[in-house]
């Protein structure tokens, strides 16, 4: 397996003119705390007409939550409802929990950051191209899809449109098929954004997120000039911009085994691989004569040679 530092990580480098405006302008809105144009309304315990929906959360403390049509919040001691917010025109289709935030994924594009502890809207920001994916706008087959087939299609889409990183502090990776954005929490700042290359696509069912990585795969369909059909790959972002991408076959599959390690399932040709995402490199595997100076940089885990 091969990698290469990533380079269209680099802020608003890949997105159209028109998508950075219309981001631009969401986000100032965002910043100047305007209720308006968003349909705001943070209210007491009851009127989000929420239904129950699994959240991703990790600390014990966290309200449980229940989307659509709104947010709500519940006390997990004794079930008691401690707020809920929802926006006008707008179903609340997931949550994720990140630090002290909900970061919610609405079905009109829009993501929301909202603060749990005071219920404060953070920020919003809109996602060129979200809400037709998450309907499926356009697809093959989309015509013959029944009004449960296609909100069972956006609750699937929502829960892996959003992938919550905590280092090195929280930060958000908004993902669709054909661009990702990369928002840091406390104040909402679109700090990178990118495209797949032509004819590939990324798949945002696949992504997995350690601590620091969001590692995101693509596939593609298109060939190179030489007529080669296009390989697969896997992008690693970063908040600090020192992201990679590395080869892999189009149907590569990760499976996240701590807070900096995945491993790299890509067939049974190449086989498996565990991936460190804080060093942007495949784990070196202890004592292993092969990898060079491996003596003088133990792995995490490893005896360190002469050591007892």
């Known amino acids: 397996m091969s990698w290469k530092p990533l380079r269209t990580l680099t802020p608003r480098s890949a997105l159209p003119a028109a998508a950075v405006l219309l981001v631009l302008g969401v986000g ?15 209210s007491a315990p009851g009127n989000a007409g929420a239904s129950p929906v699994g959240a ?16 709500e919040a519940y006390d997990p001691a004794d079930g008691s409802l401690l707020w809920s917010y929802r926006r006008d025109g707008a179903t609340a289709l997931h949550v994720s929990v990140l630090a002290q935030s909900a970061v919610v994924v609405w079905d009109d594009g829009m993501i929301t950051s909202v603060q749990i502890t005071d219920h404060e809207v953070r920020w919003h920001r809109a996602v060129p191209g979200l809400a037709d994916w998450l309907r499926g706008t356009g697809e093959p087959g ?6 449960a087939q296609r909100k069972q299609l956006q609750l699937e889409r929502a829960a892996s449109a ?10 958000v990776l908004a993902v669709t098929p054909g661009l990702t954005m990369g928002f840091r929490d406390r104040d909402g700042d679109l700090r990178f954004n990118s495209r797949p290359a032509g004819g590939c ?15 995101l795969p ?33 149907k590569v599959q990760l499976k996240r ?41 133990p792995q995490t885990g490893c005896p360190v040679p002469g050591a007892g």
Not at 28 to 42: E, I, L, S, Y
Not at 202 to 212: E, F, K, L, M, Q
Request: aromatic content about 6%.
């Open 28 to 42: 100032a809105a965002a910043h100047a705390n305007r209720p308006v144009p968003f349909g705001d309304q943070v």
């Open 56 to 71: 991703q959360a990790a600390d014990p403390v966290t309200p449980d939550f229940r989307v659509g049509p709104g947010l």
């Open 142 to 147: 989309d015509d013959r899809r029944t009004d």
């Open 162 to 171: 959003v992938q919550a990183v905590t280092a090195p502090e929280p930060w």
């Open 201 to 215: 696509l990324y798949d945002p069912a696949r992504a997995v997120a350690t601590d620091s990585t969001v590692m």
């Open 218 to 250: 693509r596939a593609c369909t298109g060939t190179t000039s030489a007529g080669r059909a296009l390989p697969g790959g896997i992008t690693g972002f970063r908040l600090d911009g020192h992201g990679y991408v590395l080869n892999a076959g189009p």
């Open 257 to 297: 085994l701590d807070g900096h390690r995945v491993r790299i399932d890509d067939g049974p040709l190449v086989g498996s691989t565990v991936f460190d995402t804080d060093l942007g490199a495949p784990e070196t595997p202890c004592q292993n004569p092969a990898a060079p100076f491996a003596a003088l940089h």
